[in-house]
């Protein structure tokens, strides 16, 4: 495996930035559960209801009683909005149930369509290794998830309904997580989450809040691909999100 010298290297970060506190590491979670939220799709003990009869009002009212064991299967069979027409899979989240950390991007692209987890592929190993930098990982006190659950055909912006519609589930998933903090990976994403249109530029390195939990805006994995001077700033946003939470212990 790749020593934390080696992720910031990759990351083009090293050996400008490099940790000093390493005290402060969060990767140990002390042998948490770490389950895809995707794997309990066949769990049958807790049967979705019948959310395509359901009033909007009622569907919010049903999604917030969801816990864990339905909540996968619920988004699986998920029809209020027209994404549920052209996706493959689902894409719920993935991670540690009970991770103080929660990544949330914008919506699934065609790999994570095909697999039912977010964040994979290039994009997806990008944030791997930055999380590695911070001596962290997928699943060890971290959770990843997006705004939206079903892919847009051709990676198109989320339509405003789209988000409404599937705003409950990330609703309930915070519930549920009750995470420390939250980082929103990319503009799409802050502006979904803050309600806000704004630039990366001037939401980055403040907190701000998402009912109540403190939110730290930073740069979409995919861009950083494309714009490899920004990763730096990426970097410091992740130092600022570690201190953050930090301080909130
Ligand atoms: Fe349901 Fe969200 Fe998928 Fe739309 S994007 S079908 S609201 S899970």
Same mark, same amino acid.
């Given at each position: 495996?790749?020593?934390?010298?080696?992720?910031?290297?990759?990351?083009?970060?090293?050996?400008?930035?490099?940790?000093?506190?390493?005290?402060?590491?969060?990767?140990?979670?002390?042998?948490?559960?770490?389950?895809?939220?995707?794997?309990?799709?066949?769990?049958?003990?807790?049967?979705?209801?019948?959310?395509?009869?359901?009033?909007?009002?009622?569907?919010?009212? @049903?999604?917030?009683?969801?816990?864990?064991?339905?909540?996968?299967?619920d988004?699986?069979?998920?029809?209020?909005?027209?994404?549920?027409?052209?996706?493959?899979?689902?894409?719920?989240g993935v !991670?540690?149930?009970?991770?103080?950390?929660?990544?949330?991007?914008?919506?699934?692209? *065609?790999?994570?369509?095909?697999?039912?987890?977010?964040?994979? !592929?290039q994009?997806?190993? =990008?944030?791997?290794?930055?999380?590695?930098a911070?001596?962290m990982?997928?699943?060890?006190?971290?959770y990843?998830?997006?705004?939206?659950?079903?892919?847009?055909?051709?990676?198109? *912006?989320?339509?405003?309904?789209?988000?409404?519609?599937?705003?409950?589930? =990330?609703?309930?998933?915070i *519930?549920?997580?009750?995470?420390?903090?939250?980082? *929103?990976?990319?503009?799409?994403?802050?502006?979904?989450?803050?309600?806000?249109?704004?630039?990366i530029?001037?939401?980055?390195?403040?907190v @701000?809040?998402?009912?109540?939990?403190p939110?730290?805006?930073?740069? @979409?994995?995919?861009?950083?691909?494309?714009?490899?001077p920004?990763?730096?700033?990426?970097?410091?946003?992740?130092?600022?999100?570690?201190?953050?939470?930090?301080?909130?212990?």
């Amino acid at each position: 495996m790749a020593d934390r010298g080696e992720w910031l290297r990759e990351l083009g970060l090293a050996p400008t930035w490099r940790l000093r506190d390493t005290a402060a590491d969060r990767g140990t979670s002390g042998g948490r559960a770490t389950v895809p939220a995707s794997s309990t799709a066949a769990d049958t003990s807790s049967a979705p209801a019948p959310v395509a009869l359901l009033t909007p009002a009622d569907r919010r009212a @049903h999604i917030a009683t969801l816990d864990w064991s339905a909540f996968a299967a619920d988004v699986d069979g998920c029809t209020a909005c027209g994404l549920c027409r052209t996706r493959n899979r689902a894409v719920p989240g993935v !991670g540690d149930r009970r991770a103080e950390w929660l990544f949330v991007g914008e919506a699934p692209g *065609a790999e994570e369509d095909a697999k039912g987890e977010p964040f994979v !592929g290039q994009a997806g190993r =990008l944030l791997d290794n930055m999380l590695a930098a911070l001596g962290m990982r997928r699943g060890a006190n971290v959770y990843i998830a997006n705004v939206l659950k079903c892919r847009p055909p051709n990676n198109r *912006a989320p339509e405003p309904l789209e988000a409404e519609a599937c705003r409950p589930y =990330l609703e309930r998933q915070i *519930a549920l997580l009750q995470p420390k903090l939250i980082i *929103a990976l990319g503009k799409s994403a802050a502006m979904q989450l803050l309600n806000v249109d704004a630039s990366i530029a001037s939401l980055r390195g403040r907190v @701000h809040r998402y009912q109540g939990v403190p939110l730290i805006v930073t740069y @979409h994995p995919a861009y950083l691909l494309r714009n490899l001077p920004d990763k730096a700033k990426a970097w410091e946003d992740l130092l600022f999100a570690r201190r953050t939470v930090a301080s909130a212990a």
